[in-house]
């Protein structure tokens, strides 16, 4: 069975930084892309960055290019994304997803972390 | 970028009902075209790929249809199950985007 358990979401202040971990189960890691994709509770979902399983294509949303980081380590079957200068609109539900080519439809989801930014 | 428009925000109707959801794109993306379903507190489930192609395990009463810039969702006969929010995600470019989702309600 697919599984992908993210972690890492936490209340932290504006300006700070945060990374989320997800750890990919039940199938062959690096024979995927993987992707963040986060939600504002309540409101519509938003592709944040992804990475191609050799980590030569990577991309980001406008909203978080210079400021979030996203890699992986097909050695350990997991994917992170390192959020640095937080915001009060990074305020969401972050979910981890996969897809078989680089710019391709999801077909599994994590359960998501919720991180928070308030002071 | 490519913006994703889906239509009616809300939609209102009965068990047995055949629903229609529409996503415009702001430029043509072949049928690189998903949608997904959403219940309150659950991740999205896949339904549709390439704006036509059912994916495993998911109901034949739900079906995808358009190329370009314009598709549909239909759910030919709506089941209590089916009661969501329903999000359309265009795959053709680097700036790929969800619409703004769909609530289905009950009548």
């Known amino acids: 069975e697919v599984q992908l358990v993210e972690s890492g979401g936490d209340l932290v202040q504006p300006r700070r930084a945060l990374t989320l971990s997800c750890a990919a189960s039940g199938f062959t890691f690096d024979n995927y892309a993987m992707h963040w994709v986060r939600q504002v509770p309540g409101k519509g979902l938003e592709w944040v960055s992804g990475?191609?399983?050799?980590?030569?294509?990577?991309g980001y949303a406008d909203s978080v290019k210079g400021r979030f980081t996203i890699s992986r380590d097909n050695a350990r079957d997991s994917l992170y994304l390192q959020m640095n200068s937080l915001q009060p609109e990074d305020t969401a539900l972050y979910f981890c997803?996969?897809?078989?080519?680089?710019?391709?439809?999801?077909?599994?989801w994590g359960r998501g972390t919720l991180v928070t930014v308030s002071s | 970028d490519i913006q994703m428009t889906q239509s009616p925000s809300t939609l209102s109707a009965s068990v047995g009902d055949r629903v229609t959801i529409t996503c415009r794109a702001s430029q043509s993306i072949s049928t690189w075209l998903a949608w997904y379903q959403q219940k309150p507190g659950k991740a999205p489930k896949l339904l549709i790929f390439?704006?036509?192609t059912l994916q495993n395990g998911v109901p034949s009463r739900f079906s995808g249809s358009g190329s370009g810039s314009e598709f549909t969702l239909t759910i030919s006969s709506l089941q209590p199950d089916d009661f969501a929010t329903y999000y359309c995600h265009q795959y053709n470019s680097y700036s790929q985007a969800f619409g703004q989702g769909t609530k289905v309600e009950i009548k």
């Open positions: 990475i191609s399983w050799d980590s030569r294509s990577i």
């Open positions: 390439g704006a036509s």
């Open positions: 997803t996969r897809s078989t080519e680089w710019l391709f439809y999801f077909d599994n």
